[in-house]
């Protein structure tokens, strides 16, 4: 009786690890990578990894996922760039750091690898983008043009790109607002293209200075590209504040003149009656004193 | 005159002491006074979460009773301003009545604003800090500005009838006679003493008219200021003043009932007088009910869906006895008495001020209360408590009490002074023989 108790619970705990050993497998879900490179302003290089799934039917952003970064498609340790753990937009950031320098001159292309390792959720996951060392160039001139040359690297020159297209925009505080009414520029035989600045009036610093954007975005061959100039073509802006303004909605002591006047002046004409009838008080206490 | 007439019409009207009735009366309201205080004790110790105001009525009785003894206050103005710069020579014997009431009132909205704080001991700040722009500071500035009007108004008339109470040494106690010689000793009755009293009064009565309008006008733009159903209406001022207008001359005609029956002054609160003020009454409960209908039929026929909760509260729902109750009895009973001139003999007339003054207290609870329990926003995750208001017992006892503290001030008055002006009433009588 008592071996028949043992058998049955060893058959029921077998049964749930079998069944938690299912389920576990069952939880993995495909990681999708992906791995974009960015120059900004031909300063600042970094790399962004992306990580989602898809659960339910949907994609769905993989926050805390940790991704090794590397140069060139061999992912040795002597190519490691660095790590990052993705943010609840499942996204990592990488800047290229120095000491990849090196390597980062050996060739104007370049390819770059992340790799997630497997984890209980994920299995180890690997994507990479292959780049093209380029570059973007702004020039302005006074009768507010806007030319923008685009440039890749070819052995040890740059050379100008056609075809290549682009957008060019000023900066704003929520986003980036088109020179014009055009939404993207293609590049001709020069690598260049012109745009007319038609935002007039647009306030701008306290010198009504604007920061002109281009942008170069998901290329295939360049990644994301960006150049910045700043140009004095927007309004000065002049701050400006209710705080010290006589408004009905103001704090103590700044309220509308019309209403301190209007007050004031009733408040001091009826006291200044009730202090006259009070000094006729004492008049008929003087008389009745006499 | 003879000497004989003006001894007797003096030795009606000169204060009484309180009789077994009065004595009982006094007793009565220093009790609720008292447990009133107590309550209040208890509120200052553990604060307002003694009372059933919660974040959503934040106002509860105490400010309706505030508003209350705001509009009762009025009454000096009606009867001592209004009437006097009218001519209307009948209402010589309800000007002191009519004085009191609102000097004792306007004492007890000023006490019960003070209450409703949690922490009076930082009463001072609204001093110091206070915006001129806010409701809030022309309240405060107006109802002292009336209280010292009305105490003047009281005082003026006064001094001649304290000569006369001077007099009357040997019926009166040490402590009165040093009162009266203290604040009338100096009056001699002489012609320049006369002019100047008499042209103080005129100026106050004047004077009292306008301020009286902004008291109530502000007390009820501390609520039209404010953007919430029941409250958001330009009509507010004038409903107010209206409805003021009504209770206090309905508490005239109770204090001259009673003081009529207790202080046998028949010869000088006459039929007469309870006829027309019967005939004020009516007149301005038809007012208030116009205003009335104005306030709730207009929104009642648009039908704002953010109003409608609130109307249909007042209407058919949570509310509906207490406001067809306050309707009722503040306007349509009273009309219905006092519109017959039996009506307006002095016990139905009494009896229809009583209502009015009962009903009046009601609809002030529903100016404020219903408003604060039906904000734009729905009420989400709040305890229920949150979502009802009736008053803590703390709260009964203390609105019972500042009643109660008002009407002492009253009783104690019309103990220590003549409760019907005698000097005026003597003057009067002599102009009416010569004619």
């Known amino acids: ?290 | 005159m003879e000497n004989s007439a003006i001894q007797k019409i003096t030795e009606d009207l000169l204060p009484q002491k309180f009789g077994k009735q009065g004595k009982l009366w006094v007793g009565f309201l220093i009790v609720l006074c008292v447990i009133g205080f107590i309550a209040y004790c208890r509120q200052l110790s553990k604060g307002l979460v003694v009372t059933s105001m919660r974040d959503y009525v934040s106002w509860g009785i105490y400010i309706s009773n505030f508003v209350f003894f705001v509009a009762i206050s009025l009454v000096g103005s009606l009867i001592t301003a209004v009437l006097r710069l009218t001519n209307a020579e009948w209402s010589t014997p309800l000007t002191r009545i009519a004085e009191i009431i609102a000097v004792s009132a306007i004492t007890f909205a000023s006490l019960i604003i003070i209450v409703d704080m949690g922490r009076p001991d930082r009463f001072y700040n609204l001093f110091i800090h206070g915006r001129l722009q806010s409701p809030i500071i022309w309240d405060v500035i107006v109802i002292t500005t009336y209280f010292f009007i009305s105490l003047l108004l009281l005082y003026f008339p006064l001094l001649p009838d304290l000569q006369i109470l001077l007099r009357f040494k040997e019926k009166t106690n040490k402590r009165l006679y040093w009162l009266y010689s203290f604040l009338g000793s100096f009056w001699k009755n002489t012609p320049q003493q006369i002019k100047i009293s008499r042209r103080a009064v005129n100026i106050l009565s004047i004077t009292i008219i306008p301020v009286a309008f902004s008291i109530h006008t502000v007390t009820s733009w501390l609520f039209a200021t404010t953007y919430r159903p029941g409250w958001d209406s330009t009509n507010f001022g004038a409903y107010f003043i209206s409805g003021a207008f009504l209770v206090g001359a309905g508490a005239v005609i109770v204090a001259m009932y009673i003081f009529r029956a207790h202080y046998n002054l028949e010869k000088y609160i006459t039929y007469s007088h309870f006829d027309k003020m019967g005939k004020i009454l009516v007149m301005l409960a038809l007012l208030y009910l116009y205003f009335n209908v104005n306030e709730f039929l207009v929104p009642a026929f648009k039908m704002k869906k953010s109003e409608e909760e609130h109307l249909m509260g007042l209407f058919t729902g949570e509310f509906a006895p207490v406001f067809w109750f306050a309707i009722c009895t503040a306007m349509i009973i009273p009309i219905l008495i006092l519109v017959s001139r039996k009506g307006r003999r002095p016990l139905p007339a009494f009896i229809a001020g009583l209502l009015v003054v009962v009903g009046s207290w009601f609809k002030r609870y529903l100016i404020v209360t219903p408003t604060l329990l039906h904000p734009f926003l729905p009420m989400h995750d709040v305890p229920e408590s949150y979502k009802h208001y009736f008053p803590t017992w703390e709260e009964w006892a203390i609105a019972i009490g500042s009643l109660a503290g008002a009407m002492l001030i009253v009783t104690i008055f019309a103990r220590i002074f003549p409760i019907i002006p005698i000097h005026e009433t003597i003057i009067e009588t002599e102009q009416h023989e010569k004619e």
């Open chain 1, 1 to 290: 009786m008592k071996r028949n108790n043992y058998l049955s619970i060893a058959i029921v705990l077998l049964s749930l690890i079998r069944f938690n050993a299912i389920a576990q497998n069952a939880s993995k879900n495909d990681l999708l990578l992906s791995v974009s490179y960015f120059n900004n302003n031909n300063q600042t290089q970094y790399l962004v990894a992306h990580t989602k799934c898809k659960i339910d039917g949907k994609f769905q952003l993989v926050p805390n996922v940790d991704v090794s970064f590397y140069i060139t498609n061999d992912s040795a340790a002597s190519n490691f760039l660095g790590k990052a753990t993705t943010n609840e937009k499942g996204e990592a950031t990488l800047l290229i750091p120095p000491a990849a320098k090196s390597e980062w001159i050996k060739s104007p292309k370049q390819n770059f690898e992340v790799v997630s390792k497997a984890s209980n959720l994920y299995d180890e996951t690997k994507a990479n983008t292959p780049i093209s060392k380029a570059k973007l160039k702004i020039e302005t001139s006074d009768d507010k043009k806007i030319t923008v040359t685009v440039l890749e690297q070819k052995d040890t020159a740059w050379t100008v790109v056609k075809g290549v297209d682009l957008k060019v925009a000023i900066k704003r505080l929520d986003g980036d607002l088109n020179v014009n009414e055009t939404q993207t520029f293609t590049t001709d035989s020069t690598g260049t293209i012109a745009a007319d600045f038609k935002r007039d009036s647009l306030p701008g610093d306290a010198q009504g200075n604007l920061t002109l954007i281009a942008k170069v975005e998901d290329n295939d061959n360049y990644g994301n590209l960006t150049v910045e100039k700043t140009v004095p073509w927007g309004n000065k802006f002049e701050y400006s504040t209710n705080y010290d303004r006589r408004t009905l909605f103001a704090r103590r002591g700044h309220s509308p003149i019309w209403l301190e006047l209007l007050a004031y002046s009733i408040i001091v004409a009826v006291w200044i009656i009730l202090i006259y009838l009070i000094g006729q008080l004492r008049k008929i206490k003087r008389l009745g004193v006499q």
